[in-house]
């Protein structure tokens, strides 16, 4: 079952064709790759399917209804989530609120309400609050609940990251370069997680450049280059793509 495609899904930004007529289709329960080289649109394409740009030219279907006319808020709120490839975090507020944050989207009072505080919202955040901490503890994070955000070694703000955006409680979760910046062991773990959260039914789709992860972990994988999709299957057919080869490495010269 389709959880997420695109139909000839194009972004122009002036004459720079950023995405041109690009099809994909995303499996339900599935962890999918998109990989390219720098400036092949992999982060443009993100920006597309949650919202933050609005598109050219195509479609855009998420359990097959049409996401593509909407905002970026009321598509997070048919449950799918994103971390970005700059770290986003609150660094003045502690590692639960900004987990918090991210749960108000699931709650009747939103993020103002949590703020004024009328009793029934007070309740609401007691559970919040809980769910939160539950996130936290998922990912790892338990011990560090308290702590300011700006403070946790950086691996750990990027799991931090992805407990924020797991506690909106989506069905499509978007991860744009988890990895960047994180030593060995630290991919280790992001791997164990991203398999941990898909076990929980929620389909992952990853930009990543760090590609042993993304065969490691990915049962398809989406190439890209120049806005285009180039090639797309298992991990061992696209890494074996002359196309994807020449996007990395160059073409032989003759």
């Known amino acids: 079952m389709k959880i997420l495609e695109t139909k000839q899904v194009s972004k122009h930004f002036g004459g720079i064709k950023a995405i041109e007529k ?8 599935e962890i999918a790759g998109l990989i390219g080289p720098n400036g092949a649109g992999k982060t443009t394409f993100f920006n597309c ?6 598109l050219t030219h195509g479609k855009i279907l998420y359990k097959d209804k049409l996401i593509s006319n909407l905002r970026a808020d009321e598509i997070a709120t048919l449950g799918l989530a994103r971390t970005f490839q700059g770290i986003r975090l609150f660094t003045s507020l502690t ?10 989207s699931r709650t009747k009072c939103g993020l ?25 503890e998922f ?8 702590e300011l955000a700006k403070n946790l070694p950086y691996g750990c703000q990027r799991k931090l990251e992805i407990a924020r955006a797991i506690a909106s409680e989506p069905e499509l979760l978007l991860l744009d370069e988890p990895a960047a910046g994180m030593n060995p062991s630290e991919v280790k773990e992001l791997i164990c997680l991203i398999k941990k959260i898909r076990d929980t039914g929620v389909t992952v789709l990853i930009i990543e450049h760090h590609m042993r992860m993304i065969m490691e972990i990915c049962e398809k994988i989406i190439a890209l280059n120049y806005g285009v999709k180039i090639s797309e299957g298992t991990p061992l057919e696209v890494s074996n793509d002359q196309k994807v080869i020449e996007a990395y ?5 003759a």
């Open 22 to 29: 690009l099809d994909i289709s995303i499996n339900k329960g």
């Open 49 to 54: 399917i949650s919202g933050v740009y609005p």
């Open 139 to 146: 990912v790892g994070l338990k011990d560090y609940r308290n």
């Open 95 to 104: 590692v639960l609120e900004n987990v918090m944050v991210g749960r108000y």
């Open 112 to 136: 103002w309400g949590a703020l004024i505080k009328p009793k029934w919202a007070r309740e609401e955040e007691d559970s919040v609050k809980e769910k939160a901490g539950a996130y936290l």
């Open 249 to 253: 490495l160059g073409r032989e010269n």
